[in-house]
């Protein structure tokens, strides 16, 4: 099934100009106002009522290895632009706002 992955998360990439990892680990609840300029990385895991807007990057740095990308907790608001990097924790409730 990795393939299959693969070949749907190309197919979403294409499509809806976002790159989401098949590998990335999602809660229940994720609402994506829309799906242009999202990138979210292989080790991401995000807890559930996670809101996610336009342009969203949740991405590693390039300079570590292994789990390299953020965890987003619980009822968490990622607004239009907001780029988080590395292995860091937004906590419950957060609100990241651009940039």
């Not at 299959?4 to 229940?28: E, F, K, N, T, W």
């Not at 829309?34 to 740095?61: A, F």
């Not at 292995?87 to 706002?97: M, P, R």
Request: aromatic share 4%; charged share 15%; proline share 2%.
């Amino acid at each position: 099934r990795k393939g299959l992955a693969y070949y749907l998360q190309s197919a979403v990439s294409r499509h809806y100009s976002a790159d989401i990892h098949p590998a990335c680990r999602m809660g229940g609840g994720i609402y994506l106002s829309t799906t242009v300029g999202v990138v979210i990385g292989e080790t991401v895991i995000m807890g559930n009522d996670v809101s996610i807007l336009l342009g969203v990057t949740l991405g590693g740095t390039g300079k570590e290895r292994g789990d390299r990308h953020p965890k987003v907790a619980s009822g968490v608001s990622l607004l239009d632009g907001a780029t988080v990097l590395g292995n860091i924790l937004v906590g419950e409730g957060a609100v990241v706002s651009s940039k």
